[in-house]
């Protein structure tokens, strides 16, 4: 066997619009060595997030700060700690962290890193998706952002992606009434037959979405899981009841605009309705995902939360892999699998 190499993807230019392959670029370098308080950690799973393609653009008031052109690109990781200089970390601990699209990273085990808690007997991918930052935003979302009431209705947008499908599903576990939105008619029929949503709308199909969302809402939505912004959050807005939460999680219909979006041109239905429309970030709760991560594990384990991931082999298809998000061809959360356990 050869000598380890660290294989990695960088940012080579900025996209306009959609990525093309030929904005990231392929680097082949020796395995790096931790320094003081770091540790060398060997990256077996990488996510695959919409908010990625954000942070390659220049920094516009952001959350994070961009990707730099030449610089690894950035992304959730699970990985085995293989050599440590900090007292926090020991070899062969797992560990989930924003870190890189590259085979080994070294961390200085601050910031957004946590070791993954062995008495959870469930798949370390489990970790990116339904039990990390996926799961997470859904529960946070949902359950602090949205406040579900029993009997109320949820409306949720790329329902059955990887952080809508759990949030319809926590919407029923709370008694409410669910309605999905999704791309196409096999998307809508997972919905109902993996997921459990009691309605769903195929924004792909002719028609008004307003209509659609009106007339399976008939009461008025009291919560909108907002996944996707755009015209979808419009015809939300005008269909919204009395008190009604918007949480506002992500707007990927609008992450390849080359021109900055015109924003709803309805938002005074907030004010008509007395509702209240709220954006988060998940890491806003980091002191509380241990908690949380131990009730979607149970969820996970008594069968009442179902989660799907779809993986792709080999760092080299990440960027392809990585355009699916924006076309809906994926199904679940998508992993880029990058070796042995
Ligand atoms: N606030 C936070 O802390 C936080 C954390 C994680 C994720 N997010 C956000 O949550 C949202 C969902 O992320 P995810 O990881 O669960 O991704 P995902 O839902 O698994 O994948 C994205 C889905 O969005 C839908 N979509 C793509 N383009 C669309 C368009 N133009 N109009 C309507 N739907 C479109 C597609 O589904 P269809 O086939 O149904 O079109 C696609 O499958 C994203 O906006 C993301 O940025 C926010």
Avoid at 123 to 138: H, I, K, Q, R, W
Avoid at 142 to 147: F, P
Avoid at 177 to 191: D, P, Q, S, Y
């Amino acid at each position: 066997m050869g000598k380890p190499v660290n294989n990695r993807v960088m940012l080579r230019r900025r996209p306009e619009g959609l990525p093309k392959k030929t904005d990231f670029e392929w680097r082949t370098e020796g395995v790096p060595r931790p320094g003081d308080g770091q540790v060398l950690l060997r990256n077996i799973y990488l996510s695959l997030d919409p908010a990625i393609r954000g942070w390659m653009s220049p920094a516009e008031n952001s959350y994070q700060p961009p990707i730099e052109i030449g610089e690894v690109m950035r992304g959730v990781t699970v990985g085995r700690v293989e050599e440590t200089n900090n007292a926090n970390f020991a070899v062969g601990d797992y560990v989930m962290g924003l870190n890189g699209w590259e085979q080994y990273s070294i961390s200085n085990g601050q910031g957004f890193i946590s070791k993954i808690p062995p008495h959870l007997d469930l798949p370390l991918s489990n970790f990116l998706g339904v039990l990390g930052t996926t799961g997470l935003t859904a529960y946070f979302g949902l359950l602090e952002i949205g406040g579900p009431k029993k009997g109320e209705t949820v409306l949720v947008s790329a329902a059955a992606g990887a952080v809508g499908s759990i949030v319809g599903q926590i919407a029923q576990i709370k008694g409410c009434k669910t309605v999905g939105i999704a791309g196409g008619k096999e998307k809508c029929e997972r919905l109902k037959t993996v997921f459990g949503f009691d309605e769903t709308i195929d924004y792909k199909a002719s028609g008004s979405i307003e209509e659609k969302i009106r007339s399976s809402c008939p009461a008025g939505i009291d919560i909108y899981f907002d996944n996707v912004g755009g015209e979808i959050l419009d015809g939300a807005l005008n269909c919204l009841a009395d008190g009604a939460r918007v949480v506002m999680c992500g707007a990927i219909s609008t992450y390849n605009d080359e021109t900055p979006t015109t924003g709803p041109s309805n938002l005074w239905q907030l004010l008509v309705h007395n509702a209240r429309m709220e954006g988060f970030i998940v890491s806003k709760f980091v002191s509380e995902f241990p908690n949380a991560i131990s009730q979607l594990g149970r969820w996970v384990s008594e069968g009442r939360l179902q989660h799907c991931e779809e993986f792709v082999d080999g760092l080299e298809n990440a960027p392809d892999a990585f355009l699916r998000l924006f076309d809906g061809s994926h199904s679940g959360k998508l992993i880029v699998n990058l070796g042995r356990l």
